[in-house]
């Protein structure tokens, strides 16, 4: 006898509909409406995430014949390919942002995102910055202008290497430089922040040393800088720590914008087969360990993949820019469970199999927990009898007295 809902319903249960109500509301979402409520467009764009739909019509129809009724989502019936697009267009993406944002933080305050894969000795909260470009045709998308031919967008992470999880996301326009988001990230003093080249700034780099936030990052190829002393470095043979200084800027405007002494570690990448000059303000790790923390940097590469490949965030079902933003942060929303589940599961599999055994099995109404770590086990054919107990009397026999 089927006693649970289907996966997907068992999924849904991570978002309370007091939490999302309270967001609706705050957003003013629902103004207007008539009868399209905004838990049911959460349901249909998540299931475009989970079940990968490539349209609106993918969508609308794979609500419509699923198993049984749609009741056990919190949705009456599948909603109109028109609704739905008007919905995307007019309806704020910032509830979408917003519900992310407390979702993530009842995850981690709950613990069941798992910790850091390999902990450093350091209790500094590490962090990784990039972001990724989303082409797309500007010919369908105008206002996404880039290049002259090519529009686009950019999503700008900052994640969390306890978890791997985004700790700040901005969705803007592709042509906004990298190093223009840095100076809006919520740091705090202790914080490691671990990024590529593209972020070179001086001037933010002497303002989070006075605040006391540590950077590595890799040295511009013409960089002008004076070495004050050497550092001592590992002697084995094996080690791939080449040099170890302590530097100072010395270009004017350099000089102007970050007085502070620096740290020069030149390592030896194998995995690359090249030499790295890398940039911190950070005196007190090892050089060894400046190079692990840029090493682990690779871990924001892995989440960029993770999402365009699994999610639906390379085409849209919608043309505005509104539309566009609800399926970036629904594509988040979705990751997150995602993550959740392949933390949660014994069965080994990899984040991408995860993803598209979940995409299979949306509709199948087993256990989550139980299904998460042995999908193959095949249900009973036949539900369970149950026999109930009932008082029967026999006939003829008088009837048990009434009290009172």
């Known amino acids: 006898m089927v006693r649970v809902a289907s996966i997907f319903s068992q999924?849904?249960?991570?978002?309370?509909?007091?939490?999302?109500?309270?967001?609706?509301?705050?957003?003013?979402?629902?103004?207007?409406?008539?009868?399209?409520?905004?838990?049911?467009?959460?349901?249909?764009?998540?299931?475009?995430?989970?079940?990968?739909?490539?349209?609106?019509?993918?969508?609308?129809?794979?609500?419509?014949?699923?198993?049984?009724?749609?009741?056990?989502?919190?949705?009456?019936?599948?909603?109109?390919?028109?609704?739905?697009?008007?919905?995307?267009?007019?309806?704020?993406?910032?509830?979408?942002?917003?519900?992310?944002?407390?979702?993530?933080?009842?995850?981690?305050?709950?613990?069941?995102?798992?910790?850091?894969?390999?902990?450093?000795?350091?209790?500094?909260?590490?962090?990784?910055?990039?972001?990724?470009?989303?082409?797309?045709?500007?010919?369908?998308?105008?206002?996404?202008?880039?290049?002259?031919?090519?529009?686009?967008?950019?999503?700008?992470?900052?994640?969390?290497?306890?978890?791997?999880?985004?700790?700040?996301?901005?969705?803007?326009?592709?042509?906004?430089?990298?190093?223009?988001?840095a100076p809006q990230l919520p740091l705090n003093p202790g914080s490691i922040v671990v990024m590529d080249r593209a972020y070179n700034d001086y001037e933010l780099f002497g303002r989070w040393t006075e605040e006391g936030i540590f950077f590595v990052t890799r040295l511009k190829d013409n960089a002008l800088y004076d070495s004050f002393s050497e550092r001592d470095v590992p002697d084995s043979k094996k080690s791939h720590i080449l040099d170890d200084q302590v530097i100072e800027l010395t270009s004017p405007s350099a000089r102007k914008k970050c007085p502070h002494a620096l740290r020069l570690v030149v390592v030896w990448a194998a995995e690359l087969q090249r030499i790295l000059v890398l940039l911190t303000n950070n005196f007190a790790l090892a050089a060894s360990t400046i190079s692990a923390i840029y090493k682990d940097r690779w871990q924001i590469e892995l989440f960029f993949k993770a999402l365009k490949q699994n999610l639906k965030v390379k085409t849209f079902v919608g043309t505005s820019e509104n539309a566009l933003r609800i399926q970036i942060w629904t594509a988040l929303l979705a990751l997150l469970l995602i993550r959740w589940l392949h933390y949660l599961s014994q069965a080994g599999w990899s984040l991408s199999v995860l993803a598209s055994m979940l995409r299979m099995n949306l509709f199948t109404y087993r256990d989550l927990e139980v299904w998460i770590n042995d999908p193959f086990e095949t249900p009973p054919l036949l539900p369970g009898i149950e026999q109930l107990d009932l008082p029967l009397r026999r006939l003829g026999q008088p009837s048990p007295p009434r009290r009172g």
Request: proline fraction near 4%.
């Open 11 to 181: 999924l849904l249960r991570h978002f309370p509909r007091t939490e999302f109500a309270a967001l609706v509301r705050k957003h003013g979402a629902e103004r207007g409406a008539k009868g399209f409520t905004c838990w049911t467009q959460f349901v249909s764009m998540l299931f475009c995430q989970l079940a990968r739909a490539d349209s609106l019509r993918e969508i609308c129809h794979g609500l419509a014949c699923c198993l049984g009724k749609l009741a056990h989502l919190g949705i009456g019936k599948a909603p109109n390919k028109s609704t739905l697009s008007y919905a995307n267009e007019h309806r704020p993406a910032a509830l979408y942002e917003d519900l992310f944002w407390s979702a993530l933080k009842r995850f981690r305050s709950s613990g069941i995102l798992g910790t850091r894969k390999s902990p450093f000795r350091f209790k500094n909260q590490l962090l990784s910055l990039d972001s990724t470009t989303i082409s797309l045709c500007l010919a369908i998308f105008p206002w996404a202008k880039f290049r002259r031919a090519k529009g686009g967008v950019k999503v700008h992470v900052l994640l969390d290497h306890d978890d791997y999880m985004p700790s700040y996301a901005v969705i803007t326009e592709a042509k906004l430089h990298d190093v223009k988001v």
